[in-house]
């Protein structure tokens, strides 16, 4: 079993940054990728980043890039979502996520879920 906390969520202004955390427990994480996904009010949940967690492998979805970037901390079995610049339609609730194997950008694909962190970006 693995189980996931979020933290780091809040109100910030546009052009603001958040970090967001992901620890990890329950399993050696070696073998798993974790991804970062997003959902807004009334909107389907939508991938941000995933990541494996040997770091040789990172995909961000088009709209971060140049934004928000991934980091882990093996020590703390943590994964960060640093996010720069953010917008208003940044504004969501954001979930780490884990699976075995290969990261992917489908949801669904993977087995494990944070309860999620709430980021709200002012105009």
């Known amino acids: 079993q693995v189980h996931l906390v979020e933290s780091g969520g809040g109100l910030v202004q546009a052009g603001g940054s958040l970090r967001l955390s992901c620890a990890a427990s329950?399993?050696?994480?070696?073998?798993?990728?974790v991804g970062w996904f997003r959902q807004a009010p009334g909107k389907e949940r939508e991938f941000v980043v995933a990541?494996?967690?040997?770091?040789?492998?990172?995909y961000y979805a088009d709209f971060v890039k140049g934004r928000f970037t991934i980091s882990r901390d093996n020590a703390k079995n943590t994964v960060y979502l640093q996010m720069n610049s953010l917008k208003p339609e940044d504004t969501a609730v954001y979930y780490c996520?884990?699976?075995?194997?290969?990261?992917?950008?489908?949801?669904?694909?993977?087995?494990?879920w944070g309860q999620g962190t709430q980021v709200t970006v002012s105009s």
């Open positions: 996520a884990a699976r075995p194997g290969l990261p992917n950008n489908y949801a669904s694909h993977y087995d494990y």
């Open positions: 329950g399993r050696a994480f070696s073998s798993y990728s």
């Open positions: 990541y494996n967690w040997s770091g040789n492998w990172t």
